[in-house]
Structures are given as C-alpha cells and as structure tokens.
C-alpha cells in the first residue's frame, strides 16, 4: 500500500473515530483541528500554535477594514458557544463536507442532512456519520438543529424552499455560505422566516480547501455577512461558526457584495476567464506551428508550476522581478492591451451577475433532473480539448511523477 493511501486511510478512520465522539459529545478541549494534533503528536517536533491575534482593523492598501481571526475564539470558549446548538448541515456537498467535518472534529454537535440514498448519503456514510444518528433526512436534520446551515446547491435551495422554510422555527439561526438564494429571491423564491437569524459565512476556497487547510491546522479566508439580526447576536454567531468550520480569518461583507463578488470572480479570472485566456494564447501558438508540448509549456506549465506560486506568495512585482529583463520589458507593455482589452468584457460580466442573469442561468441549468449528466458532458468537452490532453502528457513527464 502506499504511503499516499495509508495516510488516506488514517485520515478516513480518524474521522470514523471523531464521528463517534461527536455522536456522543464527550467534554472535550481538542486543538482546532483534531487530525493536525494528532499527527504533530506523531510527528513532533513541529508543533503548530495559533499566533495570538483577534478582531483589529487593518489598512488594505489605504482603506480600513475589520477582519476576526480565530485567536479570538479559543477552542474552549467555541465548544461553550454552541454547547446547547446543534449544527444541522443541510447538503454534503464539497463545503458540507469539509465545514461538517471541521465543526464535529471541533467538538460541536453536528448533524447531517441530505437526501436519503443519493450520492451525498453514501458520502457522508464515508465520512464517519451515522445514520439515525448523525445522518438523517433533510426534514429530520431540520428539526433536530438549532442553527440551520444550508450548504445544498444554489439551485436545490431553491428547489427545496417550500418544503424546508415551514421547519425554520422561531430561535433557529439560518446560515449560507453563499448570498445567492436570498439576494435574489425574486428568482428563487427564497425569503427567510422574519423571527429568525440569517447569517453567512462564505469560504474563499473549494470545501475540498476548507478541510485540507484545517488538517494542517492552518485555515481557509472566509468572508462573514450578516442578512437578518433578531437576536442582537447574529454578527457575533456568523464569527463563532466561521471559526467552527474552518476559518483562519474573515473579512465583513453583505449578502449581496459577497454574491455579486463571487459569481463575478469564478466567471473571470478564477475560473472562466483562465480557460478562455489558456485556450486563446494556445491556439495561436499551433495556428503559427508550435507543437502541442511546446504550446501547453508556454502557456499552462510554466504558469502554474513556476510564475503563479511566486504571484501567491510573494506579489506581482516579484514575479516580474523574478524573470528575464526581456520577459518584464514586453509584460509590462502588454499587460495594459490585456487590461484595456478585456476591461468591457468584465464590465459586462459584473452587469450580468448585477441584474440576475447569471443566476436565472444557473437556476435553469442547475435545477434539471439531468444536471449531473449535461455538466459531466461539458466538462469532458474540456477534457478532450487538444489542450488538455497534451497537459496529460506533459505533466507525466514531470521529474516527480517518474518513479
Ligand atoms: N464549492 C465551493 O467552492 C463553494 C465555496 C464557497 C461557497 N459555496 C456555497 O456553498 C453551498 C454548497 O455548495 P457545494 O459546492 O458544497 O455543494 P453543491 O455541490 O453545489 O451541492 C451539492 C448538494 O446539494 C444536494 N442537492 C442537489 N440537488 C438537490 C435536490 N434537488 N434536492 C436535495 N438535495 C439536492 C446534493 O445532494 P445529492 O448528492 O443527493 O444530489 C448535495 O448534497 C452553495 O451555496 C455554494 O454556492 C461553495
């Protein structure tokens, strides 16, 4: 076996190990991340401590913010929060799975609720949750939990509303990761009950992220938002579960800022825009008779394994630093045609999440019975493209997949 799959395998069976002690809700004073302490134990000597930093405002670049840090919340002080809540977390997709996992492995009192026998079922059974026990039917999850934590697809929120919206009682707190269901509630029909607490937390990252990072006991950036506030709490609760679910740090935004931002950011850079900027650059360069291998080097390789990392990690300006006088020289140049260029398109894109065009899109095609089989079909449209296979090749050859 390799090592890769026993460290999966650990992983899987600590996580069987932490359900059951959710399920029975021990007192327990656990680090962040149950699974990073166990594996510092093992791998002593390095031992992460969370810095000792909190709430505080930092100047972003001249304008003053306020950002929560998870110091604030000593693991101790959560598990008193929430000691009389129950997290119902509705939907085990990618964030229902890494928040699930990191709220139980925080010693909080979870419960699962999805759809009995779909694909999210058998997932969570994987995961460690018992059904009847910590795993039970959307309904069923509802009325055991005190904070209502809706992590099913934008769409299937939609879809579901009428039949979930009468079991959000009075003192129950209703929480998102996205504004999208009720910034837009004239297409989904989403209006929260008016006695309850409807707060957001939204991850920067895929959950796949949420949980990795909290494994390393380190924490993914999250964005906190507050929709409807009657208990005088709500502020305060969107904090405590960021921090519950994995959050390093969180920034303030609204429902809509934080929906207009996100739906904009994966239709650009993050995710539309890469695909379309790749593919262009790539077909050039074959219109003009590179080979794939050299096509795909310029274009994704070099970006994703040299030049993007030293962006993250350091900035811009030092990746420019970083390269050839005569590679700055004409990026500086043609940075401001791209920037001119591609200005209109974003502004469009901005204008098309603005006034809901995006997301009646994404209600029609997400709401099909076939979404599943029409998504899988698109994206191996994408796997097929010339592209992309030659990618395979390329990253085969990388030194550290030959043995
Ligand atoms: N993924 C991200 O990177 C990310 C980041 C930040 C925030 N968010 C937000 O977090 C929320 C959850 O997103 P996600 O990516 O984790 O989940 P997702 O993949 O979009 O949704 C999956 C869940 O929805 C359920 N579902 C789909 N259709 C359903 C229906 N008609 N009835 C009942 N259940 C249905 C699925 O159950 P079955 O398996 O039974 O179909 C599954 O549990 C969304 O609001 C999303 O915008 C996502």
């Not at 505080?56 to 598990?79: I, N």
Request: net charge neutral; glycine share 8%; charged share 25%.
């Amino acid at each position: 076996m390799s090592f890769a799959s026993r460290s999966a395998q650990a992983v899987r069976a600590a996580s069987r190990r932490a359900a059951t002690k959710a399920a029975t809700r021990p007192v327990q004073a656990a680090s962040y991340s149950l699974l990073a302490r166990n594996a510092a134990a093992k791998a002593a000597p390095r031992v992460a401590t969370a810095p000792s930093r909190g709430m505080k405002t930092l100047d972003f670049a001249g304008t003053k913010e306020v950002v929560y840090e998870r110091s604030d919340w000593p693991l101790a002080k959560l598990q008193d929060y929430f000691k009389n809540d129950t997290l119902a977390l509705i939907g085990y997709g990618s964030q229902g799975h890494g928040q699930g996992l990191n709220a139980r492995d925080n010693g909080l009192n979870v419960v699962v609720g999805v759809r009995e026998n779909g694909e999210s079922w058998k997932q969570a059974i994987e995961d460690g949750w018992v059904p009847g026990e910590t795993l039970f039917s959307i309904e069923e999850a509802i009325n055991r939990g005190t904070i209502i934590m809706n992590l099913l697809s934008d769409a299937a929120q939609s879809q579901t509303w009428p039949k979930i919206a009468p079991l959000i009682t009075k003192g129950k707190t209703l929480y998102f990761s996205h504004g999208f269901s009720v910034v837009y509630k004239n297409d989904t029909h989403v209006v929260p009950p008016a006695d309850v607490d409807v707060i957001l937390v939204a991850p920067k990252g895929s959950g796949r992220t949420v949980r990795t990072l909290f494994k390393e006991g380190r924490g993914i950036n999250s964005s906190v938002a507050v929709w409807q506030d009657v208990t005088g709490k709500a502020k305060e609760k969107a904090v405590a579960l960021g921090v519950a679910v994995g959050s390093g740090y969180m920034y303030d935004t609204t429902f809509e800022k934080e929906v207009y931002s996100d739906l904009y950011g994966e239709r650009g850079v993050l995710m539309g825009a890469i695909q379309g900027l790749f593919c262009a650059q790539y077909k050039v360069l074959r219109a003009n008779g590179h080979t794939p291998s050299e096509a795909f080097n310029e274009t994704v390789e070099e970006a994703t394994q040299s030049l993007y990392p030293l962006i993250g990690q350091y900035g811009m300006d030092y990746m420019y630093n970083a390269c050839s006088t005569t590679a700055r020289r004409g990026a500086l140049d043609w940075a401001k045609v791209f920037e001119e260029t591609n200005l209109p398109v974003f502004e469009k894109l901005y204008q098309s999440v603005r006034d809901g065009t995006e997301t009646r899109r994404s209600l029609e095609f997400n709401g099909r019975s076939t979404y599943r089989e029409d998504l899988a079909k698109e994206l191996k449209e994408i796997d097929e493209q010339e592209i992309w296979r030659a990618g395979k090749v390329v990253r085969s050859l990388r030194p550290d997949n030959l043995s």
